[in-house]
């Protein structure tokens, strides 16, 4: 099995020192550190600021920014520039991510390593341009038709954009999945304090390129972790992929075993690997009545609920995701054996996290949602009273 | 007889996938004609095989990629062009090649075929044009002529077809040709030709799909078809790309040639030029000086 090749940052592409920005430029910054270099966008609110900072920022450090015709361009030029040797991204909000769909499919089924960034606004359709939501968290996990899986990230600050997105191109060339970077328009649009490391503190997953000669290498043929070792264009094996379903050698094959064998790898790829990229924040849950989970914007909307929670006595925990997909299943199965009721803000009415709670704790404690339509982040009495009913 | 002569080697097998075969296209379809043109384009375009790559959408001619034994990606319908921009803006050194049809180019991907023209991308795009949407049955395309019958415009079509030629001279492509599946060398000659081309190039390849657009429109069988090529093409180098557009199904003359073929920044010069100029030696330039 080829093995994690980890190596440091680029320094050219990594701005060192304490800066006071935005999580858009933020993310621009993570997104060069962790070694991309090339983007290719569309504008729309409220994530045009990555783009126009990587714009500015790649010709000084060596790479290509181009801003495609529309949403669906950029979503498989960046898959070009990847298969080409390069990593890449694209970024976008609601009405972009839903035009691209097609090609997050295209990603799982080449397993295209990549990044989507979604800066989430409110919707659905053209929706509140300017105005936060979190309405596209189940989205990003079912949105192209067919099965596969991919990993989400939701980053709560600016440092977190940051450091964050480093993670997701790391993880996108571990697993050779699309990984979703799922900001909102609170995040990206908040200017904070940023530290940004000297480049040998930074981590940097090398993509697994294959040692194997051409002919003894096959695109499809997994390693142990059921990802397949790669190969960009240029290299001399003359190889193949498709996005029909297709077999080892990459070629199609159109029929149910080729289907079975393909699709299970897709989704066990990330299933059986998912304890290796869970990831969440705790805080005081042992000994908790009621826990808090949420993710992005809206928990930290949540500690201030909390507080005022605790000031009436009531012992409230707090459970973050970081990683949003894979969902930690088992962890929160543990937390719902423990706990009275599991509270879960976010910036979508029908649940989208809320329902994954739900489904996971099968019963064990009370789920008390906190839908919130989006446009503003939750007003912290709200989630609080959620946090008193869920007490009683 | 002792002596059964074993079947020669296909004089071009070095560049296809045989493992693959037998392919899925039909008996006198002249996708297979035109891909002998490029396996033979290959050879004689002096460009060394690991560096070049070939980029299908989907459809009949979108099969192509999977049967060149080159670097070949078979991606989503209409998006091989963007796909072929990013690969190429990655490693300017390779040389990267769209093959597809009508549908995959000029209508799900227009958007993307004007864009590319535009740029002046380097890349080649050869979009062999059967009239119709041939893998799912026969569906009119924006490049279907008047009145012919398609299975979705059963009475005849009536919406005015694209002159993609033109199209994309006027967008800024510096290349472009058409030629027919009966013009084995002068195709052949145009791929070579645009391959070496920097810059965006294109090449309309008129191709019979004698299963599905023939029958239909009762246009007789390939070699009636491969007939009609040559007793009514003309050759116009240099033609006028206004006067070579295509409406109906059996025009008096095909006009072919090379129409377009000038000189003009590619995407990646204009790039290290512009911001070279414009950032000075805090520019890092990309690919090769």
């Given amino acids: 099995m080829a093995e994690i090749r980890y190596t440091t940052a680029d320094p050219k592409g990594v701005l060192t020192g304490v800066h006071y920005m935005d999580g858009n430029h933020a993310a621009c910054e993570g997104a060069l550190a962790a070694g991309c270099r090339f983007a290719a966008g569309y504008p729309i609110t409220p994530s045009t600021e990555v783009v126009e900072r990587f714009s500015a920022r790649i010709p000084l450090v060596g790479g290509v920014f181009i801003q495609m015709e529309d949403e669906i361009a950029s979503s498989i030029c960046l898959q070009g520039a990847v298969w080409g040797g390069l990593k890449a991204m694209t970024v976008t909000s609601g009405p972009g991510i839903s035009l691209m769909q097609e090609h997050i499919g295209l990603a799982a089924c080449l397993e295209t390593p990549c990044v989507f960034v979604n800066v989430q606004r409110g919707g659905p359709s053209t929706g509140l341009p300017t105005l936060p939501g979190q309405a596209d968290m189940q989205q990003c996990r079912w949105g192209s038709h067919g099965d596969y899986e991919v990993i989400a990230l939701s980053p709560s600050t600016v440092q977190e954009s940051f450091d964050f997105i480093i993670d997701a191109f790391n993880l996108a060339e571990i697993y050779r999945v699309p990984v979703f970077f799922m900001m909102d328009e609170c995040v990206g649009h908040m200017t904070e304090k940023l530290i940004i490391p000297e480049a040998d503190k930074i981590k940097v997953v090398e993509r697994r390129y294959t040692t194997k000669p051409p002919g003894e290498y096959l695109p499809y043929k997994p390693d142990p972790d059921l990802v397949p070792e790669m190969v960009k264009v240029g290299d001399g094996y003359r190889f193949h992929v498709t996005g029909l379903t297709h077999d080892e050698r990459g070629y199609p094959v159109i029929n149910a075993q080729a289907q079975h064998e393909m699709c299970w790898r897709l989704v066990n790829k990330i299933n059986q690997n998912a304890h290796k990229i869970w990831r969440y924040e705790e805080e005081e849950v042992e000994g908790a009545d009621v826990v808090v989970l949420s993710y992005g914007i809206s928990a930290r909307v949540a500690l201030k609920a909390i507080e005022m929670a605790k000031e009436k006595g009531i012992k409230v925990g707090r459970m973050r995701l970081i990683v949003v997909w894979p969902f930690p299943e088992p962890r929160v199965k543990e937390i719902a054996h423990k706990v009275k009721a599991i509270v879960v803000p976010e910036l979508n009415i029908r649940g989208q996290i809320a329902r994954e709670v739900e489904r996971v704790v099968e019963g064990a404690c009370k789920v008390v949602r906190v839908p919130h339509a989006g446009g503003t982040v939750h007003d912290p009495e709200q989630i609080f009273d959620a946090i008193m009913e869920a007490a009683r | 007889m002792s002596a059964v002569k074993s079947v020669q080697e296909n ?238 199904t059996r025009p008096d003359e095909i006009i072919v040639g090379k129409f377009v073929d000038i000189e003009r920044p590619d995407y990646v010069e204009a790039m290290n030029t512009h911001l070279s100029k414009r950032l000075g030696d805090k520019y890092v330039w990309w690919g090769k000086k």
Wanted: charge should be positive; hydrophobic fraction near 40%.
């Fill in chain 2, 11 to 248: 004089p071009v097998e070095e560049f296809l996938r045989t493992d693959r075969l037998p392919h899925v296209w039909c008996s006198g379809c002249g996708i297979g004609t035109t891909v002998n043109c490029f396996a033979r384009a290959v050879r004689k375009c002096g460009i060394p095989l690991e560096k070049l790559a070939v980029i299908s959408g989907i459809g009949c001619t979108g099969r192509v990629a999977g049967y060149l034994k080159l670097d070949s990606i078979h991606v989503t319908h209409g998006r091989a062009i963007p796909f072929a921009t990013g690969l190429k803006l990655a490693n300017p050194e390779l040389t990267v090649v769209v093959y597809s049809g009508d549908g995959d180019i000029a209508a799900i991907g227009g958007n993307h075929l004007i864009n590319a023209a535009r740029r002046n991308v380097d890349i080649t795009v050869i979009m062999l044009n059967n009239f119709t949407y041939a893998m799912t049955g026969g569906q009119v395309t924006p490049t279907a002529p008047f009145e012919s019958i398609n299975t979705t415009a059963p009475y005849g079509a009536y919406e005015m077809p694209f002159n993609l030629p033109h199209l994309v001279a006027s967008c800024g492509a510096v290349y472009v040709a058409r030629w027919t599946a009966y013009h084995v060398v002068q195709l052949t000659k145009a791929m070579v030709e645009a391959m070496n081309k920097k810059g965006f190039s294109f090449i309309e390849v008129i191709s019979p799909c004698p299963t599905i657009f023939l029958r239909r429109n009762r246009l007789g069988d390939s070699v009636a078809e491969l007939k009609f090529y040559k007793e009514h093409s003309v050759i116009k180098h240099g033609a006028d790309t206004r006067e070579v557009g295509w409406d109906e």
